[in-house]
């Protein structure tokens, strides 16, 4: 059976920083590109990043880009995301994601398995 547990959500202030963690279970992490995903309040799920399955490779939007780093431990079954200079239109419920591919995927349908989310929450 397939999990991922995403840990590291929380309150900051503005310009503030949190480091998501998502651990894998039940699958050659090693296998899989991974993605981060959020979702605010009546918004539709959108791509935060996501890290090809060596790590090699590594996808950022422009709205998290310079401020958002991806990262892979396949040792640990790990995948983190270091969020610096938050700012409150980042506050969503964050998702990772696994995809059974040799490419970084940016679409949620290419994705095989979800995690349940964690909150991030930013004030102003």
């Known amino acids: 059976q397939v999990q991922l547990v995403e840990s590291g959500g929380g309150l900051v202030q503005a310009g503030g920083s949190l480091r998501l963690s998502c651990a894998a279970s039940?699958?050659?992490?090693?296998?899989?590109?991974m993605g981060w995903f959020r979702q605010a309040p009546g918004k539709e799920r959108e791509l935060v990043t996501a890290?090809?399955?060596?790590?090699?490779?590594?996808y950022y939007p422009d709205s998290v880009k310079g401020r958002f780093t991806i990262s892979r431990d396949n040792a640990k079954n790990t995948v983190y995301l270091q969020m610096t200079n938050l700012k409150p239109e980042d506050t969503a419920v964050y998702y990772c994601?696994?995809?059974?591919?040799?490419?970084?995927?940016?679409?949620?349908?290419?994705?095989?398995?979800w995690g349940q989310g964690t909150q991030v929450t930013v004030s102003s």
């Open positions: 994601a696994a995809d059974r591919s040799i490419r970084i995927s940016i679409f949620a349908h290419q994705y095989d398995y």
């Open positions: 039940g699958l050659t992490f090693s296998l899989y590109a």
């Open positions: 890290i090809s399955y060596s790590g090699g490779s590594t």
